[in-house]
């Protein structure tokens, strides 16, 4: 069974750094990109982030860009999102999901984790 | 504001149809990019529901279908039900930000 689960979230500062991580198993991890998408409370789903199955290829998207790093440990099998300088408005629940190619849906996702900025 | 468009709510009685819309740009969808769609039920993750514009994963069943034409695409449920009640969102690629994008989103309510 495929399983993505997050962890590492909770309450920082503003203008502090967390780092969230996401074990996968049941599937080959080292085979799919892997991509971080939030949702702030009572918002829409927001693409984060996006790194290639060998690590290759990164993408942020503009709100995060400079202040957040994707990076992944094929051997342990886990994503990790190193969040800085982080925003109120950097509040919501991350989830980590794959995809089987760079272009291709998000077939499973994680059940997210919780980040909370403030003061 | 979200790159795709979509509706922010719609609603249907049990046994009823109703589409969900999703308007993209020549840089997404209508460049040729897939689009793709996801359930959320309240307080969970989202859910694939349709791949590739119009393709169920397995275990999905077959009264929900997508749709693609031109820049836009549409989520089609056929014979409403009450476990239905979900927010929905579309996915594509966007060649000019160079990654992903997704659709504000629509709470399907069945009345």
Do not use: K, T
């Given at each position: 069974e495929v399983q993505l689960v997050e962890s590492g979230g909770g309450l920082v500062q503003p203008g502090g750094s967390l780092r969230l991580s996401c074990a996968g198993s049941g599937?080959?991890?080292?085979s799919f990109t892997m991509h971080w998408v939030r949702q702030a409370p009572g918002k829409g789903l927001e693409y984060v982030s996006a790194l290639s199955a060998n690590g290759g290829e990164t993408y942020y998207a503009n709100s995060v860009r400079g202040r957040f790093v994707v990076s992944r440990d094929n051997s342990n099998n886990t994503l990790y999102l190193q969040m800085g300088?982080?925003?109120?408005?950097?509040?919501a629940v991350y989830y980590c999901a794959r995809s089987p190619?760079?272009?291709?849906?998000?077939d499973y996702w994680g059940r997210g984790a919780l980040v909370t900025v403030s003061s | 504001q979200p790159v795709l468009t979509q509706p922010p709510s719609v609603s249907g009685a049990p046994g009823q149809r109703v589409t969900i819309s999703c308007t993209g740009s020549n840089s997404n969808i209508g460049a040729g990019y897939d689009v793709h769609w996801y359930q959320q039920l309240p307080e969970t993750a989202p859910k694939l529901?349709?791949?590739?514009?119009?393709n169920r994963p397995?275990?999905?069943?077959?009264r929900f279908s997508g749709s693609k034409s031109g820049a836009s695409a549409s989520l089609a449920f056929s014979g409403l039900q009450a476990e239905d009640e979900a927010d929905y969102y579309c996915q594509s690629y966007d060649s000019s930000l160079g990654g992903w994008v997704f659709g504000g989103g629509t709470k399907l309510t069945v009345l």
């Open positions: 599937f080959i991890f080292s300088s982080l925003r109120a408005e950097d509040m190619s760079w272009h291709s849906r998000f | 529901l349709i791949y590739d514009n119009s397995s275990g999905v069943p077959d």
